[in-house]
């Protein structure tokens, strides 16, 4: 059984949370949960509460059927897509004007359980 879940217009650039992304690929739930408990990134409780939404996804369209054990729920992909940008101005010497752009992620996580 598959699910899936969506964090849209995250505000963290995506350069950096596929640093945190490529750690937990390939893993099961409670080994990314503990990578992520230990990662000093703000993207981690960004990514840790995508995965346990779609932990919960996976649970909720078995029925029951698989007991709500995440050792058995593996992470089968995990992307990580730009969002808008949202540009801001920052006034520099002499009338100038430098541009500040402020990133955004999209965060798409695809769960698989394993009977």
Known sequence: MEARSLARFIRVSPRKTRIVADLIRGKSIDEALGILALT??????????AILSAAANVHFKNDGEVARDNSRIFIKEIRIDEGPTQKRIRPRAQGRAFRINKRTSHIKVTVESIR
């Not at 000093?40 to 509460?49: F, G, T, V």
Request: aromatic residues 0%; charged residues 40%.
């Open 40 to 49: 000093p990134k703000k993207a981690s409780p960004i990514l840790r509460k």
